[in-house]
């Protein structure tokens, strides 16, 4: 009789272990987020960014008219990317169309994508690709809060 009493303790100790391990997995599927694809353009039409948030935010790309030439480092006006201010963007790919009036002379293998770094208040180059089919360049970047970005010639390695 013993022996049967152990066992229907264990039989208890097997079902609580059973209903903590679905109570704990149940809580974690309701309350962990499930990542958000996000898939926004410009008004221009001239830059998208196709990336992944896990904060259901709002991302927007705004164009800073006549910002043309005010950057030394940039041939393009100056976009800023915007998502809420607690939104990570993740595994972004950017992509920015090149527009006839930002100069005829300008050779795509020769650019590259740059955003303006807050940390160390300059503008810094994305490793970027060309598409010649497309008149594109594109970087993947990742970052929080807002983004301020445009094209820009590659920095020759001395």
């Given at each position: ?52 948030t896990y904060s259901s935010s709002t991302v927007e790309i705004v164009l800073y008219e006549g ?92």
């Amino acid at each position: 009789m013993t022996g049967r009493k152990k066992t229907k303790k264990n039989f208890h100790w097997h079902i609580a272990i059973v209903v903590a391990v679905v109570f704990v997995g149940s809580f974690l599927a309701l309350f962990s987020s499930a990542p958000d694809h996000i898939f926004t353009r410009s008004s221009d039409g001239l830059v998208t960014l196709e990336a992944v948030t896990y904060s259901s935010s709002t991302v927007e790309i705004v164009l800073y008219e006549g910002t043309e030439g005010s950057v030394e480092e940039l041939e393009s006006p100056i976009y800023q990317i915007s998502a809420d201010i607690d939104a990570t963007i993740q595994d972004g790919e950017l992509e920015i169309v090149l527009d006839p009036t930002w100069g005829s002379d300008l050779d795509l293998s020769e650019l590259s994508i740059f955003y303006f770094s807050g940390s160390t208040l300059s503008w810094e180059e994305l490793p970027s690709t060309f598409d010649i089919s497309e008149n594109s360049v594109s970087a993947l970047i990742e970052f929080t809060g807002n983004v301020q970005v445009g094209v820009g010639e590659r920095v020759q390695s001395e």
